[in-house]
């Protein structure tokens, strides 16, 4: 059995739909609905209206209230919406549910990452993680997705006897092909670390951050090269490895894929490799887009990803980058209702709350280029000190950069 298709790119409008409730205020829940709306538009996928609903816990059976799916269900009639997207997870008989009420094709957050992963994936190595992580996503979802896969072959749409034992087929082929993917995966997994080990001794420093805050861009600054970058989500899935020297200081620098909060665990699973390159690092680079609004709580969300797969006490540099479209936050109301926007200079940004964390940090912008002398000098001292311990007797003439 093949795959079930990505999802379409032809014009398709959708909906987005998120609930409010302890785990989420209202204007978290408008932040992730912006954010769901950049992956959909990053999926070809054009975002027509937000839904939401205040719930102490989201419904079994809908995940949101019946009143509020059939407020749905109206305006997808009444406007042509091919999608109902939901910023959380759903169960699989919630989505079964939810497309018999609506007559639409539901699907979440997570099924979406997955997708653009899939569209997005170049090497062969990227595409079994991701076809991985979609299989295991979808093999408990398979009953609710047999008339849509059924169209796919052809067929009468009947939902009788021959239906479920061709849904036990497709479930036997797919728990087949993901038993094939993880051995596929193990031999790939080994080849990468038996590279990792050819590489030798020098000093690893790992490009990480949340997703599209330039870490392609300061890749390419760094190692005079030409690693793909664009202004959207998940633009970079395989881990690129550059040789970069700074002074006479010879260091390995890798880029990785962008994390994200809600990261489907299937993909945390299946990239395993891919993380690894941040486990083994000597040290992180952890790139911030200062110009985002709520980049203090992408921030967060990346150093507990970090944290969760094992690389939370690596020795760290906060990268705060895109200064030059950074704006203070208003101080007050008064401020707010003023159209005067305060751009902090590189003299005040070191002066404020961000210089005081505890790891070392820097303040660049890569497009620009602004400040990256100093930012390269951070990291020459930082990788020099790891190499005097490595080689002691080593008397390169790379002290003084």
Known sequence: MKNPPPIEKFESRAVLVGVIDKRQDEEQMTEYLEELAFLARTADIIPVKNFTQKLSHPDNRLY???????????????????????????????????????????????????????????????????????????????????????????????????????????????????????????IIDRQMATQRKGRGELVRVALVGYTNVGKSTIMNMLSKSDVFAENKLFATLDTTVRKVVIGNLPFLLSDTVGFIRKLPTQLVESFKSTLDETREAD???????????????QLNVVQQTLAEIGAGDKRTILVFNKIDAYIEPPKNDHEVNTEQKKILTL???????????????IFISAIEKGNVEEFRTLLFDEVKIIHAKRYPNNKMEFWNK
């Open 64 to 186: 949101v209230g019946s009143g509020k799916v059939n407020e749905i269900k109206i305006f997808c009639e009444l406007n042509e919406i091919n999608y109902i997207i939901f910023d959380d997870e759903l169960s699989p008989s919630q989505q079964r549910n939810l497309e018999k009420e609506t007559g639409k094709k539901v699907f979440d957050r997570n099924l979406l990452i997955l997708d653009i992963f899939a569209a997005r994936a170049r090497s062969s190595h990227a595409k079994a993680q991701v076809e991985l992580a979609r299989n295991q996503y979808l093999l408990p979802r398979l009953t609710g997705m047999w008339t849509h896969l059924e169209r796919q072959r052809g067929g009468t749409g009947a939902r009788g006897g021959s239906g479920e034992k061709e849904i036990e087929t497709d479930r036997r082929n797919i728990r087949d092909r993901i038993t094939a993917l993880k051995e596929d995966l193990k």
């Open 283 to 297: 040290i992180l680079l952890h790139v911030v887009d200062i110009s985002h609004p709520n980049f203090e709580d």
């Open 347 to 361: 003299k005040s940004l070191k002066k404020s709350w961000m210089s005081k964390i505890k790891d070392p940090c």
